[in-house]
Protein backbone atom coordinates (compact mmCIF):
# COMPACT_ATOMS: atom_id res chain seq x y z
CA UNK A 1 0.00 0.00 0.00
CA UNK A 2 1.23 3.88 -0.88
CA UNK A 3 2.19 5.91 1.86
CA UNK A 4 0.58 8.92 -0.36
CA UNK A 5 -2.98 10.13 -0.79
CA UNK A 6 -4.43 12.35 -3.16
CA UNK A 7 -4.09 16.32 -2.15
CA UNK A 8 -7.22 17.02 -1.84
CA UNK A 9 -7.13 20.40 0.47
CA UNK A 10 -5.35 22.33 -2.22
CA UNK A 11 -7.78 25.23 -3.58
CA UNK A 12 -6.74 27.34 -6.63
CA UNK A 13 -7.41 31.05 -7.13
CA UNK A 14 -7.34 32.88 -10.91
CA UNK A 15 -4.02 35.41 -10.56
CA UNK A 16 -6.64 38.63 -9.86
CA UNK A 17 -8.03 36.67 -6.58
CA UNK A 18 -4.50 35.87 -5.36
CA UNK A 19 -3.39 39.10 -5.57
CA UNK A 20 -6.55 40.31 -3.73
CA UNK A 21 -5.93 37.95 -0.66
CA UNK A 22 -2.18 37.94 -0.64
CA UNK A 23 -2.89 41.77 -0.56
CA UNK A 24 -5.65 41.78 2.22
CA UNK A 25 -3.67 39.39 3.89
CA UNK A 26 -0.74 41.46 4.45
CA UNK A 27 -3.09 44.50 5.39
CA UNK A 28 -4.01 42.39 7.97
CA UNK A 29 -1.05 41.11 9.13
CA UNK A 30 0.87 44.31 8.99
CA UNK A 31 -1.54 45.96 12.49
CA UNK A 32 -0.25 43.11 14.66
CA UNK A 33 1.66 44.31 17.18
CA UNK A 34 4.03 42.70 20.21
CA UNK A 35 2.02 44.29 23.14
CA UNK A 36 2.76 44.56 26.82
CA UNK A 37 0.00 45.94 28.42
CA UNK A 38 -2.64 43.57 29.03
CA UNK A 39 -5.56 43.41 29.84
CA UNK A 40 -7.36 40.43 32.22
CA UNK A 41 -10.09 39.55 30.25
CA UNK A 42 -10.52 36.20 29.69
CA UNK A 43 -10.07 34.56 26.34
CA UNK A 44 -12.20 31.01 25.65
CA UNK A 45 -10.23 28.12 25.83
CA UNK A 46 -11.64 26.90 22.46
CA UNK A 47 -10.10 29.74 20.93
CA UNK A 48 -6.62 29.28 22.26
CA UNK A 49 -7.09 25.35 21.36
CA UNK A 50 -7.88 26.10 17.76
CA UNK A 51 -5.26 28.87 17.85
CA UNK A 52 -2.74 25.90 19.39
CA UNK A 53 -4.33 23.26 16.47
CA UNK A 54 -3.25 25.97 13.75
CA UNK A 55 0.73 26.11 14.95
CA UNK A 56 0.10 21.95 14.83
CA UNK A 57 0.28 21.95 11.06
CA UNK A 58 3.33 23.76 10.71
CA UNK A 59 5.75 22.10 8.10
CA UNK A 60 8.46 20.06 9.92
CA UNK A 61 11.61 18.05 9.56
CA UNK A 62 10.44 14.28 8.84
CA UNK A 63 6.72 15.31 9.87
CA UNK A 64 8.06 14.01 13.71
CA UNK A 65 6.33 17.12 15.24
CA UNK A 66 8.93 18.04 17.83
CA UNK A 67 6.67 20.65 20.24
CA UNK A 68 4.93 20.57 22.74
CA UNK A 69 2.28 23.60 23.79
CA UNK A 70 1.80 24.24 27.41
CA UNK A 71 -0.94 27.01 27.77
CA UNK A 72 -1.37 27.42 31.47
CA UNK A 73 -4.35 29.67 33.13
CA UNK A 74 -3.82 28.71 36.47
CA UNK A 75 -3.21 32.12 38.38
CA UNK A 76 -0.88 30.18 41.12
CA UNK A 77 1.35 28.86 38.14
CA UNK A 78 1.32 32.03 36.26
CA UNK A 79 2.52 33.73 39.68
CA UNK A 80 5.78 30.65 39.92
CA UNK A 81 6.58 31.62 36.39
CA UNK A 82 6.72 35.23 36.68
CA UNK A 83 8.63 35.21 39.74
CA UNK A 84 11.08 32.62 38.41
CA UNK A 85 11.11 35.02 34.94
CA UNK A 86 12.31 38.32 36.51
CA UNK A 87 14.76 36.85 38.88
CA UNK A 88 16.46 35.48 35.47
CA UNK A 89 15.66 38.86 34.57
CA UNK A 90 16.93 41.02 37.72
CA UNK A 91 20.55 38.90 36.72
CA UNK A 92 20.13 39.77 33.11
CA UNK A 93 19.56 43.51 33.52
CA UNK A 94 22.22 43.89 36.60
CA UNK A 95 25.01 42.63 35.00
CA UNK A 96 24.83 39.46 32.85
CA UNK A 97 23.90 41.35 29.67
CA UNK A 98 26.45 43.38 27.60
CA UNK A 99 26.09 47.32 27.29
CA UNK A 100 25.23 46.77 23.57
CA UNK A 101 22.15 44.54 24.45
CA UNK A 102 21.12 46.44 26.63
CA UNK A 103 21.03 49.57 24.47
CA UNK A 104 19.73 47.88 21.78
CA UNK A 105 16.65 47.25 24.61
CA UNK A 106 16.62 50.62 25.60
CA UNK A 107 14.28 52.45 23.00
CA UNK A 108 11.90 49.71 24.11
CA UNK A 109 11.72 50.22 27.63
CA UNK A 110 12.04 47.07 29.05
CA UNK A 111 13.21 46.08 32.23
CA UNK A 112 13.21 43.49 34.99
CA UNK A 113 9.78 43.42 35.68
CA UNK A 114 7.31 41.42 34.15
CA UNK A 115 3.66 41.83 35.29
CA UNK A 116 2.48 40.81 32.41
CA UNK A 117 3.21 37.01 33.11
CA UNK A 118 0.43 37.12 35.55
CA UNK A 119 -2.17 39.90 34.05
CA UNK A 120 -2.58 38.20 30.50
CA UNK A 121 -4.92 35.60 30.41
CA UNK A 122 -2.80 32.76 28.95
CA UNK A 123 0.74 32.04 29.03
CA UNK A 124 1.90 29.59 26.23
CA UNK A 125 5.03 27.78 26.82
CA UNK A 126 6.39 26.23 23.58
CA UNK A 127 8.74 23.23 24.04
CA UNK A 128 10.79 21.65 21.91
CA UNK A 129 12.34 17.80 21.61
CA UNK A 130 15.55 17.17 20.33
CA UNK A 131 14.07 13.56 20.40
CA UNK A 132 11.16 11.23 21.14
CA UNK A 133 10.91 8.47 23.07
CA UNK A 134 9.04 5.13 21.66
CA UNK A 135 6.68 3.18 23.76
CA UNK A 136 9.66 0.44 24.63
CA UNK A 137 11.26 3.47 25.32
CA UNK A 138 13.53 4.49 22.17
CA UNK A 139 14.63 7.24 21.01
CA UNK A 140 13.94 8.66 17.74
CA UNK A 141 15.87 11.69 16.82
CA UNK A 142 13.86 14.67 15.87
CA UNK A 143 15.32 16.54 13.06
CA UNK A 144 15.28 20.56 12.82
CA UNK A 145 13.72 20.86 16.03
CA UNK A 146 14.50 24.10 16.23
CA UNK A 147 13.66 25.21 12.62
CA UNK A 148 10.40 23.82 13.05
CA UNK A 149 9.33 24.55 16.36
CA UNK A 150 10.32 28.63 15.22
CA UNK A 151 7.81 28.02 12.28
CA UNK A 152 5.12 26.57 14.37
CA UNK A 153 5.49 29.66 16.68
CA UNK A 154 5.01 31.86 13.94
CA UNK A 155 2.06 30.17 12.87
CA UNK A 156 0.64 30.80 16.21
CA UNK A 157 1.53 33.89 16.67
CA UNK A 158 -0.21 34.79 13.25
CA UNK A 159 -3.60 32.48 14.22
CA UNK A 160 -3.72 34.74 17.80
CA UNK A 161 -3.56 37.69 15.85
CA UNK A 162 -6.04 36.34 13.69
CA UNK A 163 -8.95 35.30 16.28
CA UNK A 164 -8.40 39.10 17.65
CA UNK A 165 -6.16 38.57 20.72
CA UNK A 166 -2.35 40.05 21.34
CA UNK A 167 0.90 38.63 21.73
CA UNK A 168 4.50 38.86 23.44
CA UNK A 169 7.21 36.70 23.18
CA UNK A 170 8.91 35.97 26.49
CA UNK A 171 12.33 34.14 26.72
CA UNK A 172 13.94 34.87 29.82
CA UNK A 173 17.29 32.87 29.94
CA UNK A 174 17.77 30.86 30.99
CA UNK A 175 14.91 28.59 30.74
CA UNK A 176 15.22 25.85 32.78
CA UNK A 177 12.75 26.84 35.28
CA UNK A 178 9.75 26.32 32.95
CA UNK A 179 10.49 22.37 32.71
CA UNK A 180 10.10 21.97 36.78
CA UNK A 181 7.13 24.28 37.30
CA UNK A 182 5.27 22.66 34.15
CA UNK A 183 6.45 19.08 34.49
CA UNK A 184 7.80 18.90 31.18
CA UNK A 185 10.25 15.83 30.87
CA UNK A 186 14.41 16.96 30.20
CA UNK A 187 14.37 15.94 26.82
CA UNK A 188 12.31 19.13 26.04
CA UNK A 189 13.65 22.49 25.53
CA UNK A 190 11.70 25.94 26.68
CA UNK A 191 11.50 27.44 23.60
CA UNK A 192 9.71 30.42 24.44
CA UNK A 193 7.06 31.70 26.56
CA UNK A 194 4.10 33.55 24.32
CA UNK A 195 1.91 35.86 26.15
CA UNK A 196 -1.63 35.76 25.07
CA UNK A 197 -4.65 38.12 25.26
CA UNK A 198 -6.35 41.28 25.13
CA UNK A 199 -4.62 44.55 25.11
CA UNK A 200 -5.53 47.32 28.01
CA UNK A 201 -6.91 49.57 27.62
CA UNK A 202 -4.98 52.64 26.70
CA UNK A 203 -2.06 50.18 25.41
CA UNK A 204 1.16 51.62 23.89
CA UNK A 205 3.36 50.27 21.80
CA UNK A 206 6.75 51.57 20.49
CA UNK A 207 6.89 53.73 17.82
CA UNK A 208 9.06 51.46 15.01
CA UNK A 209 8.48 50.80 11.62
CA UNK A 210 9.27 47.64 9.36
CA UNK A 211 11.91 47.60 6.74
CA UNK A 212 10.26 48.28 3.10
CA UNK A 213 10.77 45.46 0.67
CA UNK A 214 13.57 46.44 -0.99
CA UNK A 215 15.45 45.76 1.64
CA UNK A 216 14.32 42.48 3.30
CA UNK A 217 13.81 40.95 -0.33
CA UNK A 218 15.55 39.78 -3.81
CA UNK A 219 13.85 38.97 -7.02
CA UNK A 220 16.19 37.29 -9.09
Not at 36 to 41: A, E, L, V
Not at 148 to 173: D, F, N
Given at each position: ?????P??????????????????????????????D??????????????????G??????????????????????????????????????????????????????????????????????F????????????V????????????????????????????????????????????????????????????????????????????????
Amino acid sequence: MSPFVPLTGYQAFDPATMKTRAAEFYAQIRRRRTVRDFSDRPVPREVIADCIRAAGTAPNGANLQPWHFVAVSDPAIKRRIRDAAEEEERAFYNGKAPQEWLDALAPLGTDERKPFLETAPYLIVIFAASYGELPDGRKVKHYYAQESVGIATGILITALHHAGLVSLTHTPSPMGFLNEILGRPARERPFLILVVGYPAVGATVPDITKKPLDEIATFL
